[in-house]
């Protein structure tokens, strides 16, 4: 069974041999992949993008703790579930977490169900706020891309032949706001 271990740390004067180490006396023949990045999201880091791409059926990812892997329940539950897809697993070294026992996999699905509880939970709160907000005259919402006069420029210039995209370019808006405009005017 192949071992990938993951370590990462936030700054630069971070040393990471602490999670290395951790990982190596667990597994000596881990091949070790080592990042300096913010752990605030998943995304730009390009060494857990590598294992996650490589990662096959009956190999495991180990890591010294949870939070060097992900600091919220979402992004853990995605790396999860993708490693699952794959037919692998996750060791979490620290709380003694393994994703291929079943008691592992059910406490990992235990974070999970309390992930999505706390989520619509954060939703309400924050549609509560924007009902009150609204009742109060304060919260009208997002400033509109384009302005009247800019919506009424899209029209005629729809009108006299150009098409969705050159009007996107010219605005620098997305064809999506293009086609709202142009759905708009339909509709009145």
Known sequence: MKIYGYCRVSTLDQNPTMQQDGILNRYPD??????????TTTKGREKLDTILNIIDQG?????????????NMMDLLK????????GASLEI????????????????QMLGVFAEFETNLRRERQMA???KAKAKGVYTGRKPSLTSD?????LQKRNQGMNPTQLARE????????????KKEVTT
């Open 30 to 39: 881990a091949k070790i992949l080592t990042e300096k990045k913010s752990g």
């Open 171 to 182: 605005y620098a808006v997305s064809r999506a706001t293009i086609y709202n405009v142009l």
């Open 93 to 108: 070294l620290d709380q003694a977490i393994d994703t291929s026992t079943a008691s592992g996999t059910a406490f990992l």
């Open 79 to 86: 790396i999860v579930e993708l490693l699952k897809d794959r």
């Open 150 to 154: 800019q919506c009424r420029e899209i």
């Open 129 to 131: 706020g924007i009902q």
């Open 59 to 71: 190999e495991k990812l180990v890591v010294w703790k949870l939070d060097r892997l992900a600091r």
